[in-house]
C-alpha cells in the first residue's frame, strides 16, 4: 500500500529554511550598527592619557551612557546571530567548531560587557575632584578595560571567526571567498590587534560584511530554486 506524502510539511521547511538565513542577516547588521557606534563612542570618550585627560572624561558623560545603552542592545543581537548560523546548520553541524565558535562568541561578549562595566566605573571615579589615589585608581582602570576589549575579547573574536570560517570550509554553506575573507581578518585580530585598539572595528565590519552576503544569498532567485529542489 503506498502512502501519500503530504505536500504542506516541505513548504513549511522551505519557508523556515528561507526565513533563518534572513534573521541571521539582520541581526548581524544590527550588531555591526550598534556595537560599531558603541566601541567608537568608548573610544572617543576614554582618553588615552589619564594624567591630562581627567576633565575630557568628565565631559564625555553623554558619550559613555550611550555606550552604556547600546552594548546591552550589541549583545543581544549578536547572540541571535550566533544562534541563528547555528541553527543553519542543522544536521551538518560539526560538535566540536560549533562548540569552540559558540564558547568564543559567547567570551567575546562577556569581555567586551565587563569593559563596558570598567568604563562605567571610570566614570563614577571621575565625577567630581580627583586626587592623586583616585587618579591612579582611573589608570588603572583604563588600562585593564583596554586589555579587557583589546587584547583578549579581540582573541576570541578571532577563534569565533576562524571556527564559523571552518565550518563553512567543511560544509560549503559558503563559497571559498568568504571564507578566505573570514580567515585573513581573524588573523589581523589574532596576531596584530595590540598594534591600534581600532582594529576591534574588524570584527563588526566583518559580521555585517557576512550579514550582506547572506542577505543577497537569500534573496537570489538560484538559491531558492536549489532550496526548493
Known amino acids: 500500500m503506498t502512502e501519500s506524502v503530504p505536500s504542506h510539511p516541505p513548504e513549511a521547511m522551505l519557508g523556515r529554511r528561507l526565513t533563518t538565513p534572513r534573521a541571521a542577516a539582520v541581526a548581524g ?74 564558547g568564543s562568541g559567547l567570551l567575546f561578549l562577556a569581555m567586551i560587557f565587563v569593559a563596558t562595566a570598567f568604563a562605567g566605573g571610570l566614570l563614577a571615579v571621575a565625577r567630581g575632584p580627583v586626587d592623586p589615589i583616585e587618579r591612579t585608581i582611573i589608570g588603572f582602570g583604563q588600562e585593564v578595560m583596554v586589555q579587557i576589549s583589546g587584547v583578549y575579547a579581540l582573541r576570541m573574536a578571532g577563534v569565533f571567526m576562524i571556527s564559523l570560517g571552518t565550518i563553512w570550509l567543511r560544509t560549503g554553506l559558503m563559497p571559498r571567498w568568504v571564507v578566505v575573507g573570514t580567515y585573513l581578518p581573524a588573523a589581523i585580530l589574532l596576531f596584530v590587534a595590540s598594534v591600534t585598539v581600532w582594529v576591534t572595528l574588524l570584527f563588526p565590519a566583518w559580521v555585517g560584511a557576512i550579514s550582506i552576503v547572506i542577505l543577497l544569498n537569500t534573496f537570489s532567485p538560484n538559491r531558492a530554486v536549489t532550496r526548493s529542489g
Open 29 to 102: 547588521l544590527l550588531f555591526a550598527v550598534l556595537f560599531g557606534t558603541a566601541l567608537v563612542l568608548l573610544r572617543t570618550a576614554i582618553p588615552r592619557d589619564t594624567a591630562d585627560g581627567i576633565d575630557d572624561l568628565e565631559r564625555s558623560v553623554g558619550q559613555l551612557r550611550a555606550a552604556a545603552v547600546l552594548m546591552p542592545i550589541a549583545g543581544i543581537t549578536f547572540l541571535w546571530f550566533v544562534g541563528v548560523v547555528r541553527d543553519r546548520l542543522g544536521q551538518l553541524e560539526d560538535r566540536f567548531f560549533s562548540s569552540v565558535m559558540f
